[in-house]
């Protein structure tokens, strides 16, 4: 790995290297996003809805949001072998692109319902994660909703957060706040893994 690297494409390159792995632990982590997932979607109705899910890795948050009833679902990732991944377990019946969720450029504003990202924004630091908020919130509707760190974290994880080098000490104390700046109503449901949805409503 280049020492020089920046921030980002370090961070991409670390995804792209873990890519097939992390495609097989999608079965280990489902029944937590299932739990989770159907929280989100008692928050926000999905039913018909149109759903991007930014920083999607190997597709598992944004395929169960099919599975409660969306109408249309997309994913976007950074890193070209994560969504290789993804299109080869989910895209049949989503669309996947690579791009950097700092700049949706193929998008307009309003494009979706509902804009979500599932264990992304605890990885960049708060400038980035707000300018990767605005972005977001410039593309839903209706909401968007956070699948992420919240609470205590298990030694395994904290290991892999420290390896990461992410975010996830200060977005644990911080991020509700971050979004009650960006969003006129914002909710919290917390999870029993040290993860809790959080929901911004655009309207
Ligand atoms: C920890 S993984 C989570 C993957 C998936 N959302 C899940 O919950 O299983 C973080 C993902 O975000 C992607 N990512 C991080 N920063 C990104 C950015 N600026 N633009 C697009 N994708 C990004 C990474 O490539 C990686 O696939």
């Known amino acids: 790995m280049n020492l020089k690297d920046s921030p980002d494409n370090r961070h991409k390159r670390i995804f792209n290297l ?7 632990l999608d079965r280990y982590v489902r029944r937590n996003f299932e739990a989770a997932n159907r929280i989100a979607c008692r928050m926000v109705d999905v039913k018909g809805k149109r ?3 930014i920083g999607t890795g190997t597709g598992a948050w944004a395929a169960l949001f099919l599975e409660n009833g969306a109408g249309e ?5 950074f890193a070209e072998k994560m969504i290789r991944v993804a299109k080869k377990h989910h895209g049949e019946f989503i669309r996947f692109n690579t791009g950097d969720a700092m700049n949706i450029e193929n998008f307009e504003d309003q494009s979706f319902d509902i804009v979500t990202a599932s264990f992304v924004l605890h990885g960049v630091k708060e400038e980035k994660r707000r300018m990767i908020l605005s972005e977001m919130k410039r593309l839903s509707k209706d909401a968007v909703i ?4 919240h609470g205590p974290t298990a030694a395994f994880t904290r290991f892999l957060e420290y390896m990461e080098k992410s975010d996830y000490i200060h977005f644990k ?3 509700y706040n971050e979004l009650t700046e960006m969003f006129p ?3 919290r449901k ?3 893994n040290g993860a809790a949805v ?3 409503y655009v309207s």
């Open 190 to 192: 917390n999870l029993r």
């Open 73 to 77: 679902v997309h994913g976007i990732d």
């Open 51 to 53: 759903v991007l899910d």
């Open 18 to 24: 873990i890519a097939p792995v992390y495609g097989l």
């Open 198 to 200: 959080y929901v911004g």
């Open 185 to 187: 109503n914002v909710k």
């Open 173 to 175: 104390s911080n991020f």
């Open 146 to 149: 956070i699948h992420d760190y």
